[in-house]
């Protein structure tokens, strides 16, 4: 298994992230990284010309790997077991 299959298997999972409640919606092959949907009215989306056209949810682009203790981001690791965590360390070259 390689590691954009193991993190196929975090969509549909539900976390917290900067007090909002998401779900993992879609997995990037850049970084790679998980997007995140929150489930709330959102913020106002513009229009190309720079007026207010509707409320969105606001969606967040998450690193698998966080910059700032090179571990897996908090995130990932909130909506993972120890086992899959092992696993996405192994898949990535993180040490355990």
């Known amino acids: 298994m390689d590691l954009i299959d193991a993190l196929q298997d975090l969509i ?8 909002c409640h998401c779900e993992i919606i879609e997995i990037l092959e850049e970084g790679p990284s998980i997007v995140l949907y929150t489930h ?3 913020e106002i989306q513009c229009n190309w010309f720079g007026e207010a056209q509707r409320r969105a949810p606001k969606t967040y682009t998450i690193p698998l790997v966080s910059s700032r203790d090179e571990d897996l981001h908090p995130v990932v690791r909130a909506v993972t077991d120890e086992d899959e965590q092992a696993r996405l360390r192994a898949l990535t070259g993180l040490t355990d």
């Open 40 to 42: 709330s009215k959102g």
């Open 12 to 19: 549909g999972r539900h976390c917290r992230h900067e007090d």
